[in-house]
């Protein structure tokens, strides 16, 4: 299984309109992750079971509990495959990465953000997490995020001078933008993007704003 790959269940149908041929390896574990993709979307983590997912699949509950014992093992793995990562631009400017990659975020998320929001509402009160918690289950352990690789690449350009900085601060563009999404639950507009990074995040690591055009 890669989970960068692109995956469109939509385009190529439902799971269970594939039939159930047989299927082994890494076959039988993207067409059980489409499978249990469909069963989230469609009724939520609620609904999200062994037996729907395997009648989804065409498989067997055994199937399952061998490869994921637990339920939310199945669930993160799910959400992993289809948790793609977001394109971080390289432009040679600080200002220009961040809001390029807060554009992307911004595209790529907020569909994503609001059906957890909404489909994993009885996960997070069944395990008492919270969704920042499940992103970080999501990541490789050690794996930068992107706004450190962001501020890394303007230290090594000279753009940023060397020196300890908060991960709150770095961090701070994306945790916006995602707190902005929650809050109305749809994209967030290009005039926000652009002044969490030049009325907020700038000015935060000692950085002028760019001049008006």
Do not use: K
């Not at 039939?19 to 009724?43: F, M, N, P």
């Not at 809001?99 to 907020?110: S, T």
């Not at 794996?143 to 001078?161: D, H, K, M, N, S």
């Amino acid at each position: 299984m890669n989970p960068q790959r692109e995956r469109a269940a939509g385009e190529r149908g439902t799971t269970r309109d594939r039939g159930a041929s047989r299927r082994r390896g890494s076959e039988l574990e993207d067409a059980i992750l489409d499978a249990a993709w469909e069963v989230l979307v469609e009724h939520g983590y609620h609904g999200f079971t062994y037996e729907a997912v395997a009648d989804r699949a065409g498989t067997s509950r055994p199937v399952l509990y061998r490869r994921w014992p637990h339920r939310d093992d199945l669930l993160l793995a799910t959400l992993a495959t289809y948790w793609r990562p977001i394109a971080i631009p390289d432009t040679g400017s600080l200002r220009e990465d961040a809001i390029g990659f807060l554009r992307n975020a911004d595209a790529d998320r907020a569909g994503m953000i609001t059906l957890m929001s909404v489909q994993l509402g009885d996960y997070f009160r069944a395990t008492g997490t919270s969704l920042g918690e499940l992103r970080d289950a999501l990541l490789a352990p050690g794996q930068a995020t992107p706004f450190e690789i962001i501020v890394g690449r303007a230290v090594g350009r000279g753009e940023l001078p060397d020196v300890p900085r908060s991960s709150r601060i770095v961090n701070l563009p994306l945790d916006l933008l995602r707190h902005d999404m929650f809050m109305t639950m749809r994209a967030v507009p290009e005039e926000a993007i652009i002044q969490i990074v030049d009325e907020v995040w700038l000015p935060l690591l000692a950085l002028p704003a760019a001049p008006p055009a």
